[in-house]
């Protein structure tokens, strides 16, 4: 039935502005689950005409009478039409379920498509599975849900490939979230957001929802949420309107920002049939009002407040609520007044009927996310590296390649060259390089002579490397691209048969280091780098910065776009007879190689500040779990210093991803293990790069300064000692303890100790154990002429998985 409603009705309520009237027509249509309501005839028409009374406006959000539409719209050729005009008009009125306003009662938006069934069991079970997957949710079984005591899931999406995620997912509830701001749109906030933006994006994330899943997921399709955008609800007639609009643009629920004081407007939109959710605790659109994005609902009084809200709320009509931003124990007692309806949480604790999180702070998109919420993906550095691999390969002209491009025929190509002589047409052909035999990094590391080894020596980097897995098994890690495990949790040894040379000077951004002296320093730089959505890899150091140092600030720009190191000579790491008061300090040096390698911020706190009551400070890390092993037992305070100033420093930088090198197995190790224990691994992966050699082998330390020209001639024996060892066939670690301690003594050392331990909690393992997975490292006290210098050292022997 078509009807016509221009002038015909008296006009109470000016829905739109006179420019904008055009003539509107209204049909009855029929929608899944049998239910009839009055929509308009055309997507393009206004969502309601544009003068009309308040009577007239309910009519679009009620369910209109089967019978009643039954006889409007097919009247008595309904009675005898035959069973060909039927299935005829049955199939029509599937094709004209492109906007499902059903759903929300639990009907179903998928159209039937006229031809002979599948028949048999496994055709049966696939078109039970299809119906599941095509059901709705609907707030009848959004209710039955939660009466079962199952948690809900909800997840903000904003265009079609995220609410078809989201979909495959089996969310039960998915938010067109005025956050569209933020994420998609680049505003600071998301008072910026118009209705057009939200109509759009709901449009799209309808599609989304609707789009066709694997029949292998059963889930019902989700409950589809439009946020009103700022300004959209200001008064009555505003409300009805744009929420009349997200209904129509696929909606089936809209979101309001407020406490008790939009009870009215909730019961306004409830009584036309639209149902709402509310949205309580911070309201990011008048966030200003509240102080800022921060906690609310801190005190006893503002806790009773945001209470009172959520019952008053519920009485009005609400359907959900959204909680956000209150401590757990409010989230907990504003569920429990209202324990009829699901309350939905974001920063409010688990004790709620669901959870709700931005997609973009779930995948990373803009870096660290919030602290109530948790990056379930690194999306924002995978698409990093996707881009930059483009961007390379393209001015390489490895893209396209041979399997991208497609050719003409040869007889067409011959008559094309004729047609045009003057351009030559034949195209060289891109066959791929031959590829290198396999070889293990290890055997390659082991067996290269310490001259290869110096391949190195010009800043070059490994092309791979082993990350730590949990059971104490090395899984081998390409060079580029990120690492498929959270952080290496141990260390890595890799080859230098191929590798990447350091970005050169010339090549280095031209930007300012920026020096920061102090802790309140630091914090700006890093709230600006948050602001920036910038990733920040962190190295800690003493400084004297080597070579080595150097490789370790180009693996931390790999990982991240602000490069920060730290230069802090920790005083709490050595012992009353160490060489605290005569380590190199050469700061100006070190800011000179830092600035020409392209690090964005280093730190320099004093002692004081880092220490308030004295080193080594009145609360202490003790790894108590490495104490009498190797390093450990010749220096027992090491690591309780180390462990200390690196939580501290992981406090102060929050950096994403933490630099180390492996020459300092053991500490490697530790930090590992302390990420892990103080559930700081899901906010902070820790990278371990491969240890910097000079040309003859000897690994780069700030204490090679320390070698006289006797000492620097000997000091090379060690690697070699370590490498022949561990490459010598059947060897077992008993063996390798012997022969390396042996050859090292032979040259004047003092051998501290030879370990072969465990990777994982750096026990040692017995002498007929075999070589694999294990940590071979090695302390050595070089003397001449009253100086003495002491040289640590290791290699790692992997296994297989």
Request: aromatic fraction near 4%; proline fraction near 6%.
């Amino acid at each position: 039935l078509l009807i016509t409603a221009s002038c015909l009705l008296r006009p109470v309520i000016q829905l739109l502005p006179p420019w904008r009237m055009t003539c509107f027509t209204a049909a009855i249509r029929r929608f899944p689950g049998g239910v009839f309501a009055k929509t308009p005839k055309s997507q393009v028409m206004t969502a309601i005409p544009a003068n009309t009374t308040l009577t007239n406006v309910q009519t679009y959000f009620s369910p209109w009478p089967k019978h009643r539409s039954e006889f409007i719209m097919y009247g008595l050729r309904r009675q005898l039409a035959t069973s060909i005009e039927q299935e005829r008009v049955m199939h029509q009125e599937h094709s004209d379920m492109g906007t499902n306003f059903g759903s929300l009662y639990g009907g179903s938006g998928t159209a039937s498509v006229p031809g002979k069934a599948a028949e048999g069991p496994a055709a049966e079970e696939a078109q039970k599975a299809a119906a599941a997957a095509g059901r709705a949710l609907g707030l009848a079984g959004l209710q039955k849900r939660i009466q079962q005591g199952k948690k809900v899931a909800m997840v903000t999406a904003y265009d079609f490939p995220s609410a078809r995620l989201a979909r495959q997912a089996g969310v039960e509830m998915v938010l067109v979230g005025d956050s569209l701001g933020n994420c998609r749109l680049g505003l600071l906030d998301t008072v910026g957001v118009t209705m057009e933006d939200m109509l759009r994006a709901t449009s799209a994330v309808r599609k989304g929802v609707e789009a066709q899943v694997s029949t292998s997921k059963t889930s019902p399709k989700p409950i589809v949420i439009g946020d009103m955008p700022f300004g959209s609800y200001l008064m009555p007639e505003d409300a009805l309107r744009n929420a009349a609009a997200l209904r129509l643009a696929g909606a089936e629920m809209v979101k309001l920002e407020g406490g008790r004081h939009l009870a009215p407007m909730v019961r306004l939109l409830t009584n036309a049939g639209i149902a709402v959710m509310s949205h309580i605790g911070l309201e990011p659109q008048k966030a200003l009002l509240q102080g800022g994005l921060r906690l609310q609902g801190t005190t006893a009084k503002s806790a009773a407040e945001i209470v009172e809200d959520a019952k008053e709320l519920i009485n009005a009509g609400a359907v959900a609520l959204v909680v956000e931003c209150v401590p757990e124990e409010v989230g907990l007692a504003v569920q429990a007044s209202v324990p009829e309806v699901p309350v939905i949480g974001i920063g409010a604790g688990g004790q709620v009927a669901g959870q709700v999180l931005v997609c973009d702070d779930m995948l990373g998109m803009h870096g660290r996310p919030p602290s109530f919420a948790k990056m379930f993906a690194d999306v924002g550095k995978a698409s990093a590296l996707a881009y930059d691999a483009y961007v390379k390969e393209v001015r390489s002209g490895d893209f396209p390649g041979e399997q991208h491009s497609r050719r003409m025929r040869p007889e067409e190509l011959e008559k094309l060259q004729a047609l045009l002589p003057e351009v030559l047409l034949k195209i060289p052909s891109k066959l791929p390089e031959p590829t290198p035999p396999k070889v293990s990094t290890l055997a390659c590391a082991a067996n290269r002579s310490p001259g290869e080894s110096g391949k190195r020596s010009g800043g070059a980097s490994a092309p791979g490397g082993f990350e730590l897995l949990p059971g104490g098994h090395f899984l081998p890690l390409p060079r580029s691209g990120p690492s498929p495990a959270r952080f290496a949790r141990g260390i890595s040894q890799v080859s230098a048969c191929s590798g990447k040379q350091h970005i050169p000077v010339a090549e280095v951004e031209d930007r300012q280091l920026k020096r920061l002296n102090s802790i309140q320093e630091l914090r700006a730089w890093r709230e600006m780098q948050n602001m920036r959505s910038r990733r920040v890899a962190f190295v800690p150091t003493m400084g004297n910065l080597h070579e080595g140092h150097l490789e370790l600030v180009d693996e931390a720009k790999r990982q991240a776009e602000e490069v920060l190191v730290s230069i802090f000579v920790n005083p709490s790491q050595f012992a009353a007879n160490e060489d605290l008061a005569t380590y190199p300090r050469t700061l100006e040096e070190d800011m000179d190689k830092l600035r020409a390698r392209g690090a964005s911020a280093v730190f320099t706190p004093q002692p004081a500040e880092m220490y308030p009551s004295g080193s080594p400070g009145s609360t202490l890390v003790v790894p108590t779990w490495v104490e009498g092993k190797s390093e450990a037992a010749s220096r027992p305070h090491f690591f309780t210093g180390v462990a200390t100033v690196c939580l501290k420093l992981f406090n102060l930088c929050q950096p994403d991803v933490a630099i180390f090198g492996q020459k300092d197995a053991m500490q490697c190790v530790v930090i590992s293990r302390m990420l892990e224990d103080l559930m700081l691994d899901g906010r902070i992966s820790m990278h371990v790069a491969p240890t910097s050699r000079e040309a003859d082998g000897l690994a780069r330390s700030s204490r090679n300064s320390y070698l006289t020209v006797g000492m620097r001639q000997k000091a090379p024996a060690i690697y070699r000692a370590l490498s022949g060892a561990t490459k010598a066939p059947s060897a077992t670690a008993g063996e390798v303890r012997s022969n390396v301690r042996q050859v090292l003594e032979a040259e004047g050392m003092e051998v501290s100790y030879v370990s072969v331990s465990d990777t994982r909690d750096m026990n040692e393992k017995a002498d007929d154990a075999e070589l694999t997975n294990s940590v071979v490292s090695i302390a050595c006290l070089l003397e001449e002429d009253g100086k003495q210098c002491r040289l640590i050292d290791n290699v790692v022997v992997p296994g297989s998985m």
